[in-house]
């Protein structure tokens, strides 16, 4: 048990402080412009952050795509079953389907990859990251607007940073000195800045229909758990791959679906309550997750 919680605490503690960080900074008043942040790791850290890990850690191009494959295997069950439980239980699944197929594989799951499994964990985790923003500014986007949003992925620097690491892994050539250094470094402010904008983001929020929130959090949790280890069980996958395949799938509701419901019109106050009472979840479950898959 001791040495358990001597690996555990490496882990998470540095996830909960910078989370705390932005929970508190926000509860003390101070400004925090969410909007400005959320832009700046979207559109600048996330691209650079992958661009620098799948080329620093050399990640075959093959494996790049495979892992994203893995994650719209996972996320897609999700969405298929979420959507039948949503709807055998009289819920609308437009508004709602988002939030119990997208998990929160960014502002959570790539910095518990990174101290659970370290470089090779976050490399692996990125590709999974990378497949739900896709899913964020296209499925997540349509669902809350009602609208057709594909055009949106063209806007998604991620994309291409990650076809830009494939075309060097593929050709097998390393990036020039000056773009790794270049991303390397603004790469580097994006697990940071995700983590305390996600504390930022859960003082803000406020839990309306504890009963929903509970249902829709816990369906979230349920099926993205389930979801890994089912696409684990299909495939023969290395055991690391496999534990962050199933640690990123089973991800609480990301905080975007919230962002998007606020800016659509949506169920705020549920979608809200859902990204809260996951996160609260989570903290309590991740020990026992990652004692699983870091065993």
Same mark, same amino acid.
């Given at each position: 048990?001791?040495?358990?919680?001597?690996?555990?605490?490496?882990?998470?503690?540095?996830? @909960?402080?910078?989370?705390?960080?932005?929970?508190?900074?926000? !509860?003390?008043?101070?400004? $925090?412009?969410?909007? @400005?942040?959320?832009?700046?790791?979207?559109?600048?850290?996330?691209?650079?952050?992958?661009?620098?890990?799948?080329?620093? /850690?050399?990640?075959?191009? &093959?494996?790049?795509?495979?892992?994203?494959?893995?994650?719209?295997?996972?996320?897609?069950?999700?969405?298929?079953?979420?959507?039948?439980?949503?709807?055998?239980?009289?819920?609308?699944?437009?508004?709602?389907?988002?939030?119990?197929?997208?998990?929160?594989?960014?502002?959570?799951?790539?910095?518990?990859?990174?101290?659970? $499994?370290?470089?090779?964990?976050?490399?692996?985790?990125?590709?999974? =990251? *990378?497949?739900?923003?896709?899913?964020? /500014?296209?499925?997540?986007?349509?669902?809350?607007?009602?609208? =057709?949003?594909?055009?949106?992925?063209?806007?998604?620097?991620?994309?291409?940073?990650?076809?830009?690491?494939?075309? $060097?892994?593929?050709?097998?050539?390393?990036?020039?000195?000056?773009?790794?250094? *270049?991303?390397?470094?603004?790469?580097?402010?994006?697990?940071?800045?995700?983590?305390?904008?996600? &504390?930022?983001?859960?003082?803000?929020? !406020?839990? *309306?229909?504890?009963?929903?929130?509970?249902?829709?959090?816990?369906? !979230?949790?349920?099926?993205?758990?389930?979801?890994?280890?089912?696409?684990?069980?299909?495939?023969?996958?290395?055991?690391?791959?496999?534990?962050?395949?199933?640690?990123?799938?089973?991800?609480?509701?990301?905080?975007?679906?919230?962002? $998007?419901?606020?800016?659509? &019109?949506?169920?705020?106050?549920?979608?809200?309550?859902?990204?809260?009472?996951?996160?609260?979840?989570?903290? %309590?479950?991740?020990?026992?997750?990652? %004692?699983?898959?870091?065993?």
């Amino acid at each position: 048990m001791i040495a358990l919680i001597e690996a555990l605490v490496p882990v998470l503690a540095p996830v @909960f402080a910078a989370a705390g960080v932005g929970y508190v900074w926000a !509860r003390s008043r101070h400004p $925090f412009d969410l909007g @400005f942040v959320t832009r700046l790791v979207t559109y600048v850290g996330s691209p650079c952050l992958v661009f620098s890990a799948l080329t620093k /850690f050399h990640v075959p191009a &093959g494996e790049i795509l495979g892992q994203a494959g893995l994650a719209f295997l996972a996320v897609f069950a999700c969405g298929l079953v979420g959507g039948l439980a949503l709807r055998l239980s009289g819920h609308a699944v437009r508004p709602f389907l988002p939030t119990v197929m997208l998990p929160n594989a960014g502002n959570l799951g790539l910095p518990i990859a990174y101290f659970a $499994f370290g470089d090779e964990g976050l490399a692996l985790a990125l590709p999974f =990251s *990378a497949a739900m923003t896709m899913l964020q /500014f296209t499925v997540g986007v349509s669902c809350a607007s009602g609208h =057709s949003k594909w055009t949106e992925l063209l806007k998604t620097p991620t994309i291409y940073a990650i076809l830009l690491a494939i075309a $060097f892994a593929a050709a097998d050539i390393e990036a020039p000195r000056w773009l790794a250094n *270049a991303t390397e470094l603004l790469g580097g402010v994006t697990l940071p800045l995700m983590l305390i904008a996600l &504390g930022v983001s859960l003082a803000s929020l !406020r839990i *309306a229909n504890l009963g929903l929130s509970l249902w829709l959090a816990g369906l !979230r949790l349920a099926l993205g758990l389930a979801a890994g280890i089912g696409v684990v069980w299909l495939f023969d996958i290395p055991h690391q791959t496999a534990s962050v395949l199933i640690l990123q799938s089973a991800m609480p509701p990301a905080v975007f679906n919230y962002l $998007f419901a606020a800016r659509y &019109g949506g169920p705020v106050q549920e979608v809200a309550g859902a990204v809260v009472v996951g996160t609260l979840i989570s903290i %309590a479950t991740l020990p026992v997750l990652l %004692a699983v898959l870091m065993g």
